[in-house]
């Protein structure tokens, strides 16, 4: 077992930040979609997958808070019984929880609200659905602009021997 210090405890609500703050807003996020596509197959059936699509395009902010939750468990040695982790590492490791937590939750509730929309204006025009993905699509930059400076802060901090 690995002995904790104040790093590994740091390392550990960073890890539980990112998955925590980006899965809220994910969960939000299609819980709104899921009741507009609903809506929407009510009216028209054939609205089933295009609505399930939609609903599904907010999961990548939680899988990215995910992702980085792994790595920071896996970087600090909380999982396998690797070296303790200092506290300028543990800090980094916070840091990079929020990056990827804080992000995803804004952009997966901007996403949500984009993606029912979309569902809306599918079910008038189907034309519509191309337009309404690529919308939908562009709030997750910001998601990934913090999955990519969490990765960053693994990388250069932690693994660097912070």
Do not use: D
Not at 65 to 78: N, Q
Not at 105 to 119: L, R, T
Not at 127 to 143: K, V
């Amino acid at each position: 077992m690995v002995e904790i210090t104040l790093g590994t405890a740091l390392a550990a609500v960073g890890a539980g930040i990112a998955i925590a703050f980006a899965g809220f807003g994910s969960a939000i996020a299609q819980g709104n979609v899921a009741a507009a596509s609903v809506g929407a197959v009510a009216e028209k059936p054939e609205m089933f997958a295009r609505g399930i699509i939609f609903t599904a395009l907010p999961e990548t902010q939680a899988i990215y808070g995910f992702l980085i939750g792994i790595l920071v468990i896996v970087f600090s040695g909380i999982l396998g019984g690797g070296k303790a982790l200092g506290t300028t590492g543990g800090i980094i490791a916070l840091s990079a929880g929020l990056a990827i937590g804080v992000a995803g939750f804004g952009s997966a509730i901007a996403q949500g609200n984009v993606a029912a929309g979309s569902v809306g204006a599918v079910t008038e025009n189907p034309e519509m659905f191309a337009r309404g993905i690529i919308f939908t699509a562009l709030p997750e930059t910001q998601a990934i602009y913090g999955f990519l400076i969490a990765i960053l802060l693994l990388v250069g901090g932690v693994m660097g021997g912070g």
